[in-house]
């Protein structure tokens, strides 16, 4: 029988985590910090362009860090997806190749690479297992930057299997929560249409309109559930297979109006634009092996699109 991995990382160890100033970096950061943390490592992009691979690799000559999480990437919403995949295939692309191999030539412990839920198969199995990945076609919205998700899930895979490589991956679903991109177009739909009801309501607005159909059903994990999840796979977890993060549960994007408009006090009309695309038509991760691990979430997206909603008010300008 396996032994359980069980890995703690002493508290003075250096950990780097890149994209520290991002969305899930800037939640790992705090997390880190409250679990007693103290040698912390992250750079702006203005201060280190990850995609420059002479950049990376002075850095980690220099700074030598132990353990790193990668959550440096290009992200977007659907919409900005889907109008640049350039950009989101070669900037992912770069920033992940950098780091891992930079993480391999200077000798890191563990790496903790984070993808995401779209690297499924569009028409994958709900709740979507972890051995589905490659099993199938691409949601075509989202296609250039699964692909580049996917290539570093085979990077890390590979540096395991030729190099030994303690480095794992997790693959977190539609994150969301305070540090978010509030973007009207360029953002996820949980922060954009906080951002647009909150406007509405503000306004009086007799109507919003929102993308798609409403029909398509999502998954979304308040962002500091998803630290959590990063430190219990990094002490506890050690093999090929990405590991999934979420909630197991989803909701039409329908439901997440209502939601979003009671927290706002929005209660004019919705309309909706099927001319915007609806993505995926489902995605909900099947998360037994992460919870089998000791790992939950805590945050009812009640709770958690209240607290983002508050830190949206607290730091974006209101007269949006
Ligand atoms: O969050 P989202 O942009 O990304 O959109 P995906 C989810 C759904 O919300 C789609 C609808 O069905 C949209 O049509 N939606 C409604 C809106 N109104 C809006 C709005 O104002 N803004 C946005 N953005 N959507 C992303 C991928 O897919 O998932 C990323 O594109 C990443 O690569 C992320 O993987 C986790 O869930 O469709």
Redesign the pocket.
Known sequence: MNQPFHHPIPRDATIYVAGHAGLAGSAIWRHLQAQGFTNLVGLRSAELDLRDPVATRDFFAQVRPQYVIDAAAR????????REPAE?LSDNLRIQVNLIDAAREFGVTRLLFLG????YPRLAEQPIKEESLLTGPL?P??AA??IA?IAGVAHVQAMRRQYGCSFICAM????YGPGDSFD???????P??IR?LHTAARNGDPSV????????R?EFLYVDDLAAACLVLLERYDGDLPINVGTGKDLP?RD??SLISDAVGYAGEVI??PS?????PR?VLDISRITALGWKPTTSLREGIARTYSWFLDHCPTRA
């Open positions: 992200v977007g919403g659907i919409l900005a997806n889907d989101f995401s839920s779209c690297i949601e919205t989202n930057y699964a998700k977190p679903t539609n994150l009207p177009e360029r953002s996820h739909v949980l954009a249409l647009r309109t929102v993308w798609g159909t409403g029909t398509p999502r994007i997440l109006v909706y634009d915007k695309p609806d993505g995926t995605k």
